[in-house]
T-cell receptor
Framework: KQEVTQIPAALSVPEGENLVLNCSFTDSAIYNLQWFRQDPGKGLTSLLLIQSSQREQTSGRLNASLDKSSGRSTLYIAASQPGDSATYLCAGGGWDTDKLIFGTGTRLQVFP | SAVISQKPSRDICQRGTSLTIQCQVDSQVTMMFWYRQQPGQSLTLIATANQGSEATYESGFVIDKFPISRPNLTFSTLTVSNMSPEDSSIYLC?????????????FGPGTRLTVL
């Protein structure tokens, strides 16, 4: 059974810092790994999708990597801004289904 | 991409009653997913809803408690039956942008349910 864990659970940093959020999964037979952002009282916004055949994906100040052999994914946020404050969730997708197993989330606060 | 709407956006219900949540997608999709997010927790998949067949429920969730309808390729409902305060959560529906995990999953804005 796939289990997904994220560390740290919460993070508070000053504006401008570069950040790394970690995601670990127990089953390396993962089809894709997705990172989402959730703002309070709102649904989820997709940030990056990494297919199993890929190593990383980039979008603006965000870079996500995937290492299936070690069961890890990282989300790198460059030059953090107060607008980045949100909860970040990673989720793994299996081979035989499109359903996602979500991590525990990292609650990020970036202060001015 | 897919745009998803949910109704209601929030509700406060009495113990023992039932609430039906609607999910509408702006395009035809094969599978729709229903998730629950309990306070302070991450998302947990309740069931997968395919058009024309019975929903597939995850461990810990049963049809009698969470009946699901999927009458067509753009719409689904989730009913939370005989509610108790433990059912207070955000309920989200989602779809895949493309089958086989080739695209990201899109989520509705969620329905925030409070059971008194």
């Amino acid at each position: 059974k796939q289990e997904v864990t994220q560390i740290p659970a919460a993070l508070s940093v000053p504006e401008g810092e570069n950040l790394v959020l970690n995601c670990s999964f127990t089953d390396s037979a993962i089809y894709n790994l997705q990172w989402f952002r959730q703002d309070p009282g709102k649904g989820l916004t997709s940030l990056l999708l990494i297919q199993s055949s890929q190593r990383e994906q980039t979008s603006g100040r965000l870079n996500a990597s995937l290492d299936k052999s070690s069961g890890r994914s990282t989300l790198y946020i460059a030059a953090s801004q107060p607008g980045d404050s949100a909860t970040y969730l990673c989720a793994g997708g299996g081979w035989d289904t499109d359903k996602l197993i979500f991590g525990t989330g990292t609650r990020l606060q970036v202060f001015p | 991409s897919a745009v998803i709407s949910q109704k209601p956006s929030r509700d406060i219900c009495q113990r023992g009653t039932s609430l039906t949540i609607q999910c509408q997608v702006d395009s035809q999709v094969t599978m729709m997913f229903w998730y629950r997010q309990q306070p302070g927790q991450s998302l947990t998949l309740i069931a997968t809803a395919n058009q024309g067949s019975e929903a597939t429920y995850e461990s810990g969730f049963v049809i009698d408690k969470f009946p699901i309808s999927r009458p067509n390729l753009t719409f689904s409902t989730l009913t939370v039956s005989n509610m108790s305060p433990e059912d207070s959560s955000i309920y989200l529906c989602s779809v895949n942008g493309a089958a086989g995990g080739a695209d990201t999953q899109y989520f509705g804005p969620g329905t925030r349910l409070t059971v008194l």
